[in-house]
């Protein structure tokens, strides 16, 4: 499957279910794509550009929300809510940690739940 055939993919998928309920009181929330604006907030939020690929899925599929488990989160916390609750300040979170290995463009994307990340 090719990279435009995956976004084709998920531009459908998140319209109908853009992730499965994780508990009773759990509701996905589909979001609109990113603007071009809020990506570059995040990249220099974080350092560095977002793999191509992540890019792509944010400005043309969805700013989080979709995905496996808990799935990709949005690239900044939505008012109100935790700093872990975004692409930015789990990425943020990590770094902060005591960790010698954490390497500085490892970036955790999508929460599987109980600290379990794709990166």
Same mark, same amino acid.
């Given at each position: 499957?090719?990279?435009?055939? %995956?976004?084709? $993919?998920?531009?459908?998928?998140? +319209?109908?279910?853009?992730?499965? $309920?994780? *508990?009773?009181?759990?509701?996905?929330?589909?979001?609109? @794509?990113?603007?071009?604006?809020?990506?570059?907030?995040?990249? +220099?939020? =974080?350092? *560095?550009? %977002?793999?191509?690929? =992540? #890019? #792509? =899925?944010?400005?043309?599929?969805?700013?989080? !929300? *979709? !995905?496996?488990?808990?799935?990709?989160? @949005?690239?900044?916390?939505?008012? !109100? &809510?935790?700093?872990?609750?975004?692409?930015?300040?789990?990425?943020?979170?990590? $770094?902060?940690? @005591?960790?010698?290995?954490?390497? &500085?463009?490892? %970036?955790? *994307? /999508?929460?599987?739940? /109980?600290?379990?990340?794709? /990166?």
């Amino acid at each position: 499957m090719t990279d435009d055939q %995956l976004i084709a $993919r998920l531009q459908i998928r998140v +319209k109908s279910a853009p992730r499965a $309920r994780m *508990f009773e009181a759990d509701r996905p929330v589909t979001r609109a @794509p990113a603007t071009a604006a809020k990506i570059r907030a995040a990249e +220099k939020a =974080l350092g *560095f550009a %977002l793999p191509p690929l =992540l #890019r #792509r =899925l944010y400005a043309e599929v969805a700013d989080g !929300g *979709f !995905g496996p488990s808990y799935g990709i989160h @949005p690239l900044h916390p939505e008012r !109100g &809510q935790p700093k872990d609750s975004s692409l930015v300040g789990i990425y943020e979170i990590m $770094r902060e940690a @005591p960790a010698d290995d954490w390497s &500085q463009e490892l %970036l955790p *994307f /999508c929460d599987w739940g /109980c600290y379990i990340w794709s /990166c």
